[in-house]
């Protein structure tokens, strides 16, 4: 109970400050440093409090004060650092999460250098192992592997649970990263401590420490420190505006090429991210199961041939060019293998029941790159692991696992016999030499094709951390929050190109987030020239937003651009339909059948639209059409019957209801409006019968009785009388 009322606190400061309140908070924090033992706290707290109490008085005074504004802005971001600083020391004393285990374990900066250093002469040992015979030194080595899984995961612990940082600590951590003496895999799993240190503790310093990080020349660790950038200045950015030293940092950032490409690279990974529970939904359900019930398919070599999706004409428009090319999806695979090659995390489902081997037990090896070096996985793929062309070797180079999957495999394959091993290990050699090659085109052919897969690894690694690892409840999620970083004042400028913004825009069209789709549309229209394809697919999700007008603008714009497009015409048509302005609807309608004069769909929408005007004669001769080319169209079938008995030709109504309730899975309207027929010619009895059968079909009396007094004009119309319909809806019902 007392570390639910300590995050309460904690989160009603940050609502206070986020109020601009921050007397109040001052105060708040004021009651809860009593609790503590901790001086510096304390010291830096009075000195907050002492600074705000004095610019209040000097305001009073009507003394001027030009640094009043900077002052209250540098007290706001102090205030917003020590509120996090006295939640976790309070927290630390007591609770028995890991995080705070630590920080009661790791109490001083020395004792992390301490690790550091200890690192580093085992990496200086382990590299003059290397120059000695094998047969020398094998006991060393061993050893030394030893100390160093022992070593690193301390390290990560110590640099995790480490706050109240200033200027010497932060050189330091960055000085640890960037130590080439140390293997890369071990500064790229203590980027990722920088990370959840910050989630749990914000410090301007930290912030900045990745900034320098991420402009470095090795990619893997430069795409992890952008990553985790991205991710805590999100959840953080209401305060960072109060840190001018960092605000400055990212400016300098933002000079850097290779930074601005990287970044909007891993916006749409994050973004992507989304699709996950989706995906591994469908997996699980459909794919694999389909998949399972066809054995000769895993003797099948999948393509990676992305094939177009065939979309419905009152869907997207299918001229528009994606920003991967497409083809026809046909069947489960192929749309798997189009996830995959979009970067989509298609192995989340089968790979979240393997994570409880020990390896999993420690935190750090979840942000843990792959590395052949781990005693578990030297033992499977002995020598030159990279080199090897088995079924691991391809794994090992694969680009399409996460750092965390690849793990799994290997100790999931290591629980298989040894004999068994070898045998699959042959006959899938072949396989993985070809996937392997497969991937040094695709995946890393160039610097930042490499930057790419590895900071899609490392968002996917941090996306099973977050979901479904056993330490996953003592942190916020930071995957539940939109990521979209157009979304942020104050981090928006960092898509800055119109290439990046339309990118985004597209993305976001292609997965349906249609409110943040138009967004960030506008901010792109503001940005530059823009074409009809850009115009039609605002006016698409601003109809998929039901904001009809905006639309109407949208596509009117299209039309001006591109004119007499058949799927513009189309939608704009759509659009004053569901406003009810028929007559403009009518009119792009025509103007679209000029244009495709035997589209089913367009005809059967104008149809309609004729009909719902009472121009059924109009009507009648777009049905009839469709009939014609496509005589088992259900829907022209219905709306043939349903003209017919509006307009009083109720033979001609019962001859298409007869063939409607004739044909396979007839629905219960057809019965329902087949009895409207039988009512109004006084047949009661036959409509009855069907009235019967509606409700059969549907299951439900009273949705039948409804469905009368909903045509109960049209009823009246055709001569039925009131009285009567009532006393209907009482035998139906």
């Known amino acids: 109970m007392e570390e639910k009322r300590i995050t309460e606190i904690q989160n009603k400061v940050v609502a206070l400050l986020g109020e601009m309140r921050l007397k109040e908070a001052i105060e708040v924090l004021g009651t809860e440093i009593d609790t503590l033992q901790d001086w510096e706290l304390r010291t830096r707290f009075n000195e907050m409090q002492t600074a705000y109490r004095y610019m209040l008085e000097y305001l009073c005074k009507g003394m001027p004060d030009p640094d009043r504004e900077r002052l209250h802005s540098e007290l706001t971001g102090k205030c917003y650092m020590l509120n996090d600083l006295i939640a976790v020391a309070r927290l630390s004393e007591q609770s028995m999460k890991v995080y705070c285990q630590m920080r009661r374990k790791y109490r001083s900066f020395e004792e992390l250098q301490r690790l550091y250093s200890a690192l580093k002469e085992n990496s200086a040992n382990m590299a003059i192992t290397r120059t000695l015979p ?3 030194c094998m006991s060393v080595k061993s050893q030394l592997v030893k100390e160093h899984e022992l070593l690193l995961p301390k390290l ?27 293997d890369a895999c071990d500064r790229a799993t203590v980027t990722g401590a920088i990370m959840l240190s910050m989630l749990k503790c914000f410090e301007p310093l930290k912030a900045i420490a990745l900034c320098r990080i991420a402009t470095c020349d090795n990619t893997l660790l430069a795409t992890r420190a952008i990553t985790a950038l991205v991710i805590v200045l ?8 109060y840190y001018p030293e960092l605000l400055s940092a990212i400016e300098v950032l933002k000079e850097d090429a290779a930074f601005m490409r990287r970044i909007q690279t891993i916006q749409i990974q994050l973004l992507r991210c989304r699709e996950t529970q989706k995906i591994d939904r469908r997996m699980r359900e459909e794919i694999i199961p389909a998949m399972m019930k066809n054995p000769g398919i895993r003797n099948q070599k999948f393509t990676l041939d992305i094939l177009k999706e065939i979309e419905q004409d ?3 428009n299918p001229e528009w060019k994606n920003w991967i090319e497409q083809d026809e999806i046909k069947g489960k695979i192929e749309e798997m293998a189009k996830w995959q090659f979009e970067g989509a995390d298609v192995y989340m489902s089968t790979f979240s029941q393997l994570k409880n081997f020990p390896f999993f037990g420690e935190i750090s090896n979840w942000l843990r790159p792959f590395d052949t070096k781990v005693p578990e996985i030297a033992e499977l793929m002995p ?8 079924l691991l070797g391809a794994i090992c180079k694969s680009p399409f696992f996460c750092n965390s999957d690849k793990y799994s495999f290997c100790f999931t394959f290591k629980q298989v016999p040894k004999e068994q091993r070898e045998m699959l290990g042959g006959q899938m050699g072949g396989e993985g030499e070809m996937s392997a090659d497969d991937s040094d085109t695709t995946a890393v052919a160039t610097t930042e094709k490499q930057a790419e897969v590895e900071s899609n690894q490392f968002i996917q690694d941090l996306y099973r951390f977050f979901k479904i690892s056993s330490m996953r409840h003592e942190f916020d999620d930071p995957f539940a929050m939109s990521l979209n970083l157009l979304e942020s004042k104050e981090l928006s400028s960092l898509i800055k190109s119109d290439d990046a913004i339309l990118r985004t825009f597209r993305y976001l069209v292609e997965k349906e987030y249609y409110n943040e789709a138009v967004n960030a549309g506008q901010m792109y229209e503001k940005r530059g020239e823009c074409d009809a394809q850009f115009f039609q697919e605002m006016g698409f999700c601003l109809q998929k937003l039901c904001r009809y007008n905006e639309a109407i603008d949208y596509y009117t714009k299209a039309d001006i651009v591109k004119p007499d497009t058949l799927w513009t015409l189309r939608h704009i048509a759509q659009c004053y339909r569901l406003q009810g302005e028929m007559e403009k609807a009518l009119a792009y309608y025509q103007m679209a059948e000029e244009l495709a004069p035997e589209n089913i769909s367009l005809l059967l929408q104008t149809g309609e639209s004729f009909a719902t005007m009472k121009r059924y004669e109009e009507a009648f001769s777009r049905f009839y059409k469709v009939e014609y080319l496509k005589p088992s169209s259900t829907r022209a079938l219905r709306a043939i ?8 030709k109720d033979e001609q109504a019962r001859g298409y209801y007869k063939r409607l309730q004739e044909m396979p899975a007839p629905t219960f309207e057809d019965y329902l409006n087949a009895a409207h027929v039988e009512w109004v010619n006084h047949n009661n009895a036959a409509a009855i019968e069907f009235y019967s059968k509606a409700c059969e079909i549907c299951g439900s009396r009273e949705k039948v009785a409804d469905h009368i007094m909903r045509d109960k004009e049209v009823l009246l119309a055709r001569g039925a009388k009131e009285n009567e319909l009532l006393l209907l809806r009482d035998i139906i019902g």
């Open 156 to 182: 990560f612990a110590a640099v995790w649970s480490s706050s109240n940082w200033n200027r010497s600590n932060a050189e330091k951590i960055v000085e640890i990263v960037l130590d080439r003496e140390i």
């Open 641 to 648: 019957a349903w003209c017919s008995f509006l307009t009083g």
């Open 134 to 136: 094998q047969e020398d």
């Open 234 to 241: 999100f959840k953080y950015e209401a305060r960072i505006v």
């Open 314 to 316: 009152e869907d997207k």
């Open 383 to 390: 020598g030159d692991a990279e080199g090897n062309k088995s």
